[in-house]
């Protein structure tokens, strides 16, 4: 079949080139425009965008969904198609009545749970044990179409955001491939989705990345390997952001001062939450590198009786 890739981030560049090596022909790449990113904030183009370029894709970057010269594109590549994975838009109906087979999207959930932009990260911050990726036909509404297939991930306990992205994006190539087959053949299925079932992951609010050490540790655990690598959560110290990429659960039980270091170890420090301690491994402070707790303790030392999170 001729297809039209529409993503934007990492996480879509394996589907994208999973494509490249199937038996399909892409015919056009869309993404987001370029934005700034970095410490230059110079402007830096999308991963798709450079993906689609090293394989002599012709791509489109439209700043609204319904210009005209875009739609004009679009309907030049004649997608039977359209695959979307991550590509951060919303498809007016005019684009999702376009190609003669319909427009497929690879969801990072198991629909109808975690519809929206940040499926991984609420799944992890939420403490979930389960996640995996779906394919479904698109409809106006968001995240809502037939389900086509799904194949499930175990999240370890202490796996991050960063490792179950990873192994999702892999998956969700491989799946996506293999309804992309079925389509082509007239054998895809259409399994509606139970909206009693529907949850949400909205995107992440800047508000939500600061550690609440009155909540309970596993709590704050969850949080921390749900936003590692990216945002990243972060407590304060002397009014300044210490971001924590690694901690460990020391005691469930243990009460005392939230937020309060009741020890300093060779590995880190300890931290006592509403309910709980928690043993943090590595930090970032601001405008530094992340590195192990235990080098940043000999840089910035921290006694027994300071309290985090306090400006």
């Known amino acids: 079949m001729r297809l039209v890739f529409m993503g934007t981030p990492e996480f879509a560049v394996p589907s994208l080139k999973a494509l490249l090596n199937s038996s399909h ?10 934005r700034p990113r970095g410490r230059g ?24 969904m319904k210009e005209k010269e875009f739609l004009t594109r679009l309907k030049q590549w004649q997608p039977e198609v359209i695959v979307v994975v991550a590509f951060g838009r919303i498809l007016p109906r005019e684009i999702l009545d376009l190609p003669s087979k319909g427009c ?33 036909w698109m409809v106006p509404q968001l995240d809502a179409g037939d389900i086509i297939l799904q194949e499930k991930l175990p999240i370890g306990p202490d796996a991050t955001t960063g490792e179950i992205h990873d192994r999702l994006a892999v998956m969700g ?17 259409r399994q509606p989705q139970d909206e009693a079932l529907a949850t949400y992951a909205p995107p992440l609010k800047p508000e939500e990345e600061m550690i609440n050490w009155a909540q309970p540790a596993d709590n704050i655990y969850n949080l921390i390997r749900g936003l590692n690598p990216w945002p990243g959560a972060y407590t304060l110290r002397a009014g300044e952001r210490l971001k924590v990429y690694g901690a460990r659960i020391l005691d469930a039980a243990a009460t005392g001062v939230p937020g309060q270091v009741v020890a300093v170890t060779g590995e880190g420090f300890v931290v006592q939450a509403g309910r709980g301690r ?13 590195m192990p707790a235990d080098a940043y303790l000999r840089g910035y030392p921290l006694a027994t009786g300071e309290v985090l999170g306090c400006v």
Do not use: C, F, W
């Open 25 to 34: 022909e892409i015919t056009g790449v869309v993404t987001q425009p370029d």
């Open 173 to 189: 190539a491989e799946l996506l491939e293999h309804t992309l087959d079925l389509v082509a053949a007239g054998q895809a299925p």
């Open 104 to 136: 497929i999207n690879l969801h990072a959930s198991l629909l109808p749970r975690y519809r929206g932009a940040a499926p991984i990260h609420r799944a992890v911050m939420n403490g979930e044990t389960e996640t995996g990726v779906t394919t479904m």
């Open 278 to 290: 928690l043993l943090i491994t590595a930090v970032q402070p601001q405008g530094k590198r992340i």
């Open 41 to 64: 904030k110079k402007l830096q183009p999308p991963p798709v965008k450079e993906a689609a370029a090293v394989a002599g894709l012709p791509v489109s970057q439209p700043i609204a």
